[in-house]
């Protein structure tokens, strides 16, 4: 379970090597621990946190739903207030929003007028609609 320790699988962690496992900076499970009520390490002497094996789950799921699958903070509140035992599965829009997205790249540019610039301006709006030799 954790990747450079020689822990038991049921061992408490600190803090550190929670960060380590999951990837996660240390400030970012201590702004968890305000957010979400159900993740409450172990504190000891010296205010030192020590993630149990259910704490470090919870952590690996949070991650996931907020990183992978794209909740916010208030979703993952909800869906944990909720009990769920598993996430819904992955947002539906997504595969259709990445079509419509490829269509959209994928499609012919629309002819353009004229000569012109980046902005799709030609010279004479350029120069502020009048031609060079001015009236006429």
């Not at 149990?52 to 690996?60: G, I, N, Q, Y």
């Not at 007028?113 to 006429?136: V, W």
Request: hydrophobic share 35%; net charge positive.
């Amino acid at each position: 379970m954790a990747s450079g320790t020689h822990k038991a699988s049921g061992a408490f962690r600190t803090i550190g090597e929670v960060s380590g496992d999951t990837g996660l900076p240390q400030h970012i499970l201590r702004y968890w621990e305000t957010r979400f009520p159900q993740l409450r390490p172990v504190t000891r002497a010296g205010n030192r946190r020590y993630y149990r094996p259910e704490d470090v789950a919870l952590v690996r799921r949070i991650a996931t739903l907020l990183n992978e699958q794209g909740y916010t903070i208030r979703g993952v509140q909800l869906l944990l207030d909720a009990g769920t035992a598993e996430a819904p599965p992955a947002n539906p829009v997504k595969p259709s929003l990445t079509a419509m997205l490829t269509a959209i790249r994928d499609r012919p540019a629309p002819c353009q007028r004229g000569k012109g610039n980046a902005r799709g301006l030609s010279s004479r709006d350029q120069r502020g609609g009048l031609p060079a030799g001015g009236i006429g």
